[in-house]
């Protein structure tokens, strides 16, 4: 468990692990963003990260199995879930065998039916197939065209870095056994019918190029639940980054949606001046350095050297960090 506050149940992608997601920049922004108010508890998909290995069922079904252990485990009676891909439709279908467990259900890049459950052509069914022969060959290659055409699949738009630390998270992740069983299992799921019983306050976000689940997949989710919120992220990357602007969108839209619990003792808004503190308001707005400077009247220079030292008088190293702390803080409202 990381965090304090209501609990919440993080069901990630399945390229996932418990042990190195805290080292990785991938996920390591993404513990940060769903711990600060809440109690958060994650777990690794069957056959991932910590989880057992050997001589498993990938069915739908299993993976709710799972779910409801973890639950069971935990001992949670009621609690806020939160699903990534496949993950998300898990979440479903667990939600709709125990409502009263579950009282927020956010959802991301989730299908309502996977790759080969909604192929409605013999050619929708080739390349399903062929993408599955591609991960087969390529998942154990050393070859870098391989990793990078996984890699891509998930975030196109990421850094050489961060492409690189995705590749490395593959391989410890699962095998290349293993991972063609459980996506195939995902790309058969169909929670369609399922859907309909849900009945708790939703939100869904989808990026709106998504290479892997379709935004339209995304869309469908959002029209089956009464009173879901659907959120289009404006990205191309399955895989959310901390490093695009999409992730600030959508952070903002999960601060609406959950309940929020008051700012850090130790925020350091003492040390700001009373410009910085202007420029750390339009910052968690999610304004651009160049829309700051256009603001204030002075350069786009000017503001990136006022970030840097805000940042630094925050302890925090990232601009999205900046943007947390200083919406928990009550900046940035007016443009919420």
Not at 54 to 81: M, T
Not at 197 to 224: K, M, W, Y
Request: hydrophobic share 45%; with cysteine.
């Amino acid at each position: 468990m990381r965090g304090s506050g209501p609990p919440l149940l993080w069901a990630p992608h399945w390229v996932h692990h418990l042990k190195f997601a805290s080292e990785s920049p991938i996920w390591s922004p993404w513990l940060d963003l769903l711990s600060r108010h809440h109690a958060l508890v994650r777990y690794d998909c069957r056959g991932c990260g910590l989880s057992d290995r050997d001589n498993l069922d990938f069915s739908f079904e299993r993976h709710i199995e799972d779910l409801e252990a973890v639950v069971a485990a935990v001992g949670w009676e009621r609690f806020v879930f939160f699903g990534y891909g496949s993950g998300g439709a898990t979440g479903v279908a667990y939600v709709a065998r125990k409502p009263e467990k579950v009282e927020r259900l956010a959802l991301i890049g989730s299908p309502v039916r996977g790759r080969l459950a909604r192929a409605a052509t013999p050619g929708d069914i080739v390349e399903a197939e062929t993408r599955l022969k591609v991960f087969e060959i390529g998942w154990a290659s050393d070859a870098p065209a391989y990793g990078d055409f996984i890699a891509a699949l998930h975030m196109p738009d990421a850094s050489a870095d961060q492409m690189h630390a995705y590749k490395d998270l593959l391989r410890l992740t699962t095998s290349p056994a293993t991972a063609l069983k459980l996506l195939r299992g995902y790309w058969q799921a169909d929670v369609y019918d399922v859907v309909r019983r849900i009945h708790c306050p939703t939100l869904v976000c989808h990026a709106r190029l998504d290479a892997l689940i379709p935004f339209e997949q995304g869309r469908l989710f959002a029209s089956l639940i009464p009173g879901a919120r659907f959120v289009p992220l404006e990205t191309r990357n399955h895989v959310l980054l901390d490093s695009e602007p999409a992730w600030l969108q959508f952070a903002a839209a999960l601060d609406e949606f959950l309940p929020q619990k008051p700012a850090p003792a130790d925020f350091a808004l003492g040390e700001l001046t009373a410009r910085e503190r202007q420029i750390l308001d339009a910052i968690a707005e999610g304004l651009s350095n160049k829309a700051i400077a256009s603001r204030f009247g002075t350069s786009e220079k000017t503001v990136r050297n006022q970030v840097s030292t805000i940042l630094s008088k925050l302890g925090v190293n990232s601009r999205a960090q900046a943007i947390v702390q200083a919406r928990d803080a009550g900046f940035g409202r007016s443009s919420r």
